[in-house]
């Protein structure tokens, strides 16, 4: 690496904000012998130019030997996140590469088919006669062999070992702050009849612990592989037999991965054991266990806590420099822990934020808890807050931030049920990215209930003036991960884990130096979290913090709340063009309001301070 050539590499004709000292301190990181350089870049600060700059100063094929690893990886968690690069024109030369199944074939009768089930895959010695057109064989090609390739972090992960893409020299790692939840998730396996194709055949165990799972997964690996190796054997297979034995090859690797891991004695992985209830169904058997008339045990998730071993394998030795970008790598040491990183050999870069503090104001309309227990009596209250916050903002889109598909629901029903419902846009599992779409393509000031979109969301300008967080991001209590580090007493980690997701999402509605927007924080168990978590918070996000204020909401009044007919009755600024200056007058203005109450009916179809004495209690919460 020549993180000599940082500054020449970088992409944009000019430099914004703070950008060029970043680059410098950057290049000293790397400079300073460091293999690791975590770059915290809150919004705007173009993280994605300073990544392209960091890979360009990746070894070339003629300034070392044949055997040396050259060229640079780009991968991000988020699909969105590599659909924004491969757009931008300033990006053109990260050559994106994404899964088969986002690419169908070009053969005249199979134009509909994806090239996961292609006849190239369904058919044993097929001669394709047009592989070399074939979009993902050519995308492929070319991403292998020029000097950056860009692919999200599951791809990335999944092409470990490949001899397609090799070691390369640096790679850079986008929105890593979440790199071991993500490696976590990927690692964890399912084993039930969404996940075995033949599972209503099988005879489950009950498994009480971790060493009854290691042999119950080498006779289901045993019993895969049988299956595998018959559809193999076959000269055609239908596009769902090809999907079995793709999965059939995949389940196979995770089952050995997990026997191997474990029986590592120098693997630092922690395994948990989850096992559902059985169904109704026939216990039948094929031979897969030989556990006679032992009773019978439901679907098993096998879940991997600090997977170091997994990261050294799909990440770590996949480069020889590193580069983690991301807003909210809160706590250097405890994110080194977490992924298997030695602090000494790794370098923290702070990128200062550029955005004015009261462009990005919170504001305290809190109405109290939004655990489990209290969920029913302080949903109600939120409900009439964001009726306020209509009536106060009639002419700009809003986003609310549900948390969860149940509180969705129960806030969209009372929303309708409070008249407003002309105004809210819903979604549902299989549509939200439509759904998403469709609100942020309309020019009316709509409100959108949302559910896990504190990441990877970009709403500029008008595309949303004003938030809601409905809950406090807690992790779910009754995951076996979160309950075992709770029990260890890792209460930091917890909270700095609902910080980091809160950031994340006061970032969604101010983009740029000169936009500005509201976040309203409607669950008192936010303002505890900021409490208890005040150690890890940016300088730049404290000071939002410490800027919070209670602000005066106009009295209850859903008719208000309908738009432009409603605007003058609140006093507020009627929206216009203007300049930067009137616009940041307008935004102080517009976001001096809070409540506590609201609720609204659906444009678009629907889917449906704490005491410290026991954390747990403030936080307990079994939403999926």
């Known amino acids: 690496m020549n993180p000599e050539r940082i500054f020449e590499e970088f992409p944009a004709p000019n430099y914004r904000g703070t950008q060029q000292q970043a680059l410098r301190d950057i290049r000293d990181a790397f400079a300073a012998d460091n293999d ?28 070392g030997d044949p055997s040396d690893a050259t060229g640079a990886y780009y991968t991000t968690p988020q699909v969105s996140q590599l659909d924004d690069v491969a757009a931008d024109d300033l990006l053109a030369d990260l050559n994106v590469i994404r899964g088969k199944s986002n690419y169908t074939c070009i053969l005249p009768e199979e134009r509909e088919t994806p090239v996961n089930q292609a006849p190239c895959v369904r058919e044993r010695g097929y001669d394709c006669s047009v592989k070399h057109r ?49 490696a976590e998730m990927y690692a964890t396996i399912q084993l039930g009849p969404r996940t075995v194709p033949f599972w209503d055949d099988l005879r489950v165990p009950e498994v009480d612990d971790v060493e009854r799972a290691v042999r119950y997964a080498e006779s289901l690996a045993q019993t895969c592989t049988r299956r595998k190796d018959d559809l193999l054997a076959q000269d055609a297979l239908s596009p769902g037999e090809v999907r079995e034995r793709d999965r059939l090859q995949e389940l196979i690797g995770e089952l050995e991965w997990f026997v191997s891991d474990y029986r590592d004695p120098q693997s630092p992985t922690t395994w948990l054991v989850d096992q559902s209830e059985p169904s109704a169904r026939d216990a039948g058997g094929d031979g897969s266990d030989d556990d006679g008339d032992e009773p019978q045990g439901g679907p098993l998730t096998i879940k991997p806590m600090n997977p170091e071993k997994y990261l050294q394998h799909t990440v770590w030795d996949r480069g020889n420099k590193f580069a983690l970008l991301s807003a909210t790598i809160l706590n250097k040491e405890a994110f080194c822990r977490q992924v298997g990183l030695d602090p000494d050999g790794v370098a923290l870069v702070d990128v200062d934020h550029t955005f004015p503090v009261e462009n990005r104001p919170l ?38 931030h549900a948390h969860s598909y149940d509180i969705q629901e129960r806030l969209a029903d009372l929303l309708t049920d409070f008249g407003v419902g002309d105004r809210i846009r819903t979604h549902d599992r299989d549509g939200r990215d439509a759904a998403l779409d469709a609100w942020k393509a309309s020019d009316d000031p709509d409100v959108f209930l949302s559910v896990k979109m504190e990441e990877a969301l970009d709403l500029k300008g008008d595309l949303c003036r004003w938030q809601v967080i409905c809950k406090a991001p807690f992790l779910n209590t009754g995951d ?30 101010v983009r740029a130096p000169d936009d500005y927007g509201a976040t309203y924080l409607a669950d008192s168990s936010l303002v505890d979290c900021f409490d208890r978590a005040r150690t890890d918070m940016p300088e730049w996000f404290e000071a939002q913090v410490d800027r919070m204020s209670r602000p005066d909401l106009p009295a209850f009044e859903p008719r208000a709340a309908l738009g432009d007919s409603a605007a003058g009755s609140t006093g507020r600024t009627e929206a216009g063009s203007g300049t930067g200056s009137s616009r940041r007058n307008r935004a102080s203005e517009t976001d001096a309001s809070g409540g506590s109450d609201g609720r609204s009916s659906s444009r678009s179809s629907r889917s449906g301070r704490s005491s410290r004495s026991s954390p747990l209690a403030d936080v307990w919460d079994t939403d999926e």
Request: glycine share 6%; charged share 25%.
């Open 480 to 509: 076996s991960r979160v309950a075992h580090r709770l029990e260890e007493g890792q209460w930091a980690w917890y909270y700095r884990t609902t910080l980091r997701t809160v950031i994340q999402a006061c970032g969604r509605v």
């Open 363 to 400: 504001y305290d309309v809190t109405q109290g808890k939004m655990t489990y227990d209290e969920r029913d009596e302080t949903t109600p209250k939120i409900a009439r807050t964001i009726v306020r916050l209509m009536q106060h903002h009639p002419d700009e889109k809003g986003l609310i």
């Open 36 to 63: 690791v350089v975590l770059v915290r870049a809150p919004t705007g600060s173009g993280k994605s130019l300073l990544a392209r700059a960091v890979a360009g100063c990746a070894r070339r094929a003629d300034e």
């Open 134 to 182: 074939c979009p993902y064989f050519s995308d492929r090609a070319i991403a292998s062999n020029r000097e950056i390739a860009a692919m999200t972090l599951a791809y990335f992960m999944q092409t470990a070992g490949s001899e397609v893409f090799r070691k390369r020299d640096v790679v850079v790692v986008d929105e890593a702050h979440g790199l071991a939840e993500w």
